[in-house]
């Protein structure tokens, strides 16, 4: 077993994964947890549940989708250093192994006073527990021209699966010389390290195609961005004056796209005949979560940080993007961390199980070039009525090529030990 595959492994218990349940009482029906969405936080609390409850929970998996691709190394895929079937996955080992139960649906409404998930299909199914992890919808008139329609034109690769495969395609058929503006999201939103990664990668497919006339331009709502210093180092070091990072004060915002012209207008200039322009809009908790009312004023849920509940709603717990979680960044290792705090808990209040105060962890890695990895993570407790961080790590500038070499290996392994977490 890797280094890093082991050390993942082993922090599970850190992140409140503990397999100590007692049965369900004799004769007596098995308390429901039915999961919506099966991403990083739902498809890891189903399996925790249904594992360590040793069967005496059933659990159901609400997912329409048959295949899901992961968002977490989707860069990897536009850079070319992964295929697309490499973050696909499928769901037919976790259904199988944990006798998990899959609803291959949407589900549209949560009827809280009747403690019923209502699926696309009609079915409703009733819960005991409900665990709600839709992830991230866009607000799509945050960008001032851009839309719903406009996302073929000027796509967002923020969600899984066709969006992903459109932004390598627009970036295969970049010209030597075309402009590629990608517009940066406000705080907070899924993958705080994401788009400076994208852009990494972006400059890497040019580069080693030979393209590198070409210019990538971020326009960025905030001031600073996470990894900022190491991210410009690398991009200094790896691909000369390619990327350049352009921050409130210098474009004085956007004041609107033009999917048609592929053209951007900002406050000191307007960008012509772009390449291509990928627009990454603000966002919020997915609508399901929104419609049930568990996102104050339309934004993310908040929730019970030693427990991961829903604060309006005790009997729902939310996980992953669509969560207020404190310090915690919206990642895919945190959602798997929250998740295992959440299995913990339900298993607690439904078999009787012993339970131990939440411990949370996160790592986000970014490529910049082959074998140049940077990271920044952390560790996370209840305190005060939010997730805390108690302890904090960043990549440095001028580190050694060892390191930076060792953080790849480390990211890699990550990505086989939690897809494992999820699917298997």
Not at 79 to 104: C, P, Q, V
Not at 179 to 184: K, L, N, P, S
Not at 352 to 364: D, H
Request: charged letters at 20%.
């Amino acid at each position: 077993m890797s280094t890093s595959r082991r050390t993942f492994l082993t922090g599970l218990a850190a992140a409140g994964s503990f397999a100590i349940a007692s049965p369900a009482v004799l004769g007596q029906a098995k308390p429901r947890v039915v999961v919506i969405g099966g991403g990083a936080g739902g498809a890891t609390a189903a399996r925790y549940i249904a594992k360590d409850s040793n069967g005496a929970i059933a659990v159901t998996l609400v997912e329409e989708n048959e295949v899901y691709q992961t968002c977490f190394h989707s860069n990897l895929f536009i850079g070319g250093f992964k295929s697309y079937d490499e973050i696909s996955h499928r769901y037919d080992a976790l259904a199988k192994n944990h006798g998990i139960t899959l609803a291959r649906a949407r589900a549209t409404q949560i009827d809280r006073d009747k403690k019923e998930a209502v699926l696309s299909t009609g079915d409703r199914l009733p819960y005991d527990r409900l665990v709600v992890s839709p992830g991230i919808d866009l607000k799509y008139d945050s960008v001032p021209g851009w839309s719903k329609e406009a996302e073929e034109a000027m796509p967002h690769g923020w969600k899984p699966g066709r969006q992903t495969q459109l932004i390598r395609q627009k970036l295969d058929a970049v010209p030597n010389g075309g402009t590629i503006v990608m517009i940066a999201p406000p705080n907070p939103y899924r993958c705080p390290p994401g788009p400076y990664e994208r852009a990494s990668m972006f400059a890497h497919l040019l580069k080693a195609s030979g393209r590198r006339d070409c210019k990538i331009l971020i326009l960025d709502p905030k001031d600073s961005f996470s990894k900022q210093g190491v991210f410009q180092e690398g991009w200094e070091k790896h691909y000369g004056a390619m990327i350049e990072w352009l921050g409130p004060k210098v474009h004085d915002g956007i004041k609107s796209v033009d999917p048609k012209t592929n053209t951007v207008v900002t406050g000191f200039e307007t960008y012509k005949d772009c390449a291509f322009v990928n627009v990454i809009p603000a966002q919020m908790a997915g609508e399901i979560a929104r419609s049930a009312g568990l996102a104050p004023a339309g934004g993310y849920c908040t929730i019970d940080a030693a427990s991961m509940k829903s604060a309006v709603d005790p009997n729902i717990f939310v996980l992953g993007d669509a969560c207020i979680a404190g310090d915690m960044p919206k990642s895919a290792f945190a959602a798997n961390s929250q998740a295992k705090v959440a299995a913990m808990v339900i298993r607690g209040e439904l078999t009787n199980a012993r339970t131990f105060p939440a411990r949370y962890i996160n790592t986000c890695w970014s490529l910049i070039e082959t074998d140049d990895t940077i990271k920044v993570g952390g560790r996370y407790e209840a305190k005060d009525g939010k997730i805390a961080a108690t302890e904090t790590f960043v990549s440095q500038p001028r580190e050694s090529a060892e390191l930076r070499k060792e953080n790849q290996a480390e990211n890699v392994g990550w990505y086989a030990a939690i897809t494992a977490d999820m699917f298997s």
